[in-house]
């Protein structure tokens, strides 16, 4: 069964540093120092799992007054493709919401652009690398 969670553990927080690593370390080359950081001891922490197995993760802080932003969100790569960075993405959307927040930014991949549009999501800014790869920042009003 196919579930988010917020982390409320130690345990729950290791899972998503798990995914992450998976995903933007091993995956795609990010140095380790870059992709674990200073902002994730105040960020909330999600993970998606299959049954006990981390699959997913994401990570949402609060950047200004009534302003989220989403970060960190990936998919282990054998899950891709099943619509689960949908999932997440409307439980940290949902999360911001019923804090208070009136709109989330994230700097998304370029390549990923088009799967936050779906979502609602508009690009702010010219492309510029983050950890050597293309991002575009991106935002979306809520609670309007």
């Given at each position: 069964?196919?579930?988010?969670?917020?982390?409320?553990s130690d345990?729950?927080?290791?899972?998503?540093?798990?995914?992450r690593?998976?995903?933007?370390?091993?995956?795609?080359?990010?140095?380790?120092s870059l992709?674990i950081?200073?902002?994730?001891?105040?960020?909330?922490?999600?993970?998606?799992?299959?049954?006990?197995?981390?699959i997913?993760a994401?990570?949402?802080?609060?950047?200004?007054?009534?302003?989220?932003?989403?970060?960190?969100?990936?998919?282990?790569?054998?899950?891709?493709?099943?619509?689960?960075?949908?999932?997440?993405?409307?439980?940290?959307?949902?999360?911001?919401?019923?804090?208070?927040?009136?709109?989330?930014?994230?700097?998304?991949?370029?390549?990923?652009?088009?799967?936050?549009?779906?979502?609602?999501?508009?690009v702010?800014?010219?492309?510029?690398?983050d950890?050597?790869?293309?991002?575009?920042a991106m935002?979306?009003?809520?609670?309007s």
């Open positions: 069964m196919i579930d988010v969670k917020i982390a409320r345990i729950e927080r290791d899972d998503a540093f798990y995914v690593t998976k995903v933007f370390v091993e995956e795609q080359g990010v140095p380790i992709e950081d200073e902002f994730d001891k105040s960020a909330k922490h999600f993970i998606v799992y299959d049954d006990e197995q981390p997913g994401g990570r949402i802080r609060e950047i200004d007054t009534g302003i989220a932003k989403v970060e960190r969100v990936c998919i282990l790569q054998e899950y891709r493709g099943q619509h689960l960075g949908f999932l997440i993405m409307n439980a940290l959307e949902k999360d911001a919401e019923s804090s208070g927040m009136t709109k989330i930014v994230l700097n998304a991949q370029s390549y990923a652009i088009p799967f936050y549009e779906k979502l609602g999501y508009t702010n800014s010219p492309e510029f690398m950890a050597d790869i293309p991002h575009r935002v979306k009003e809520i609670n």
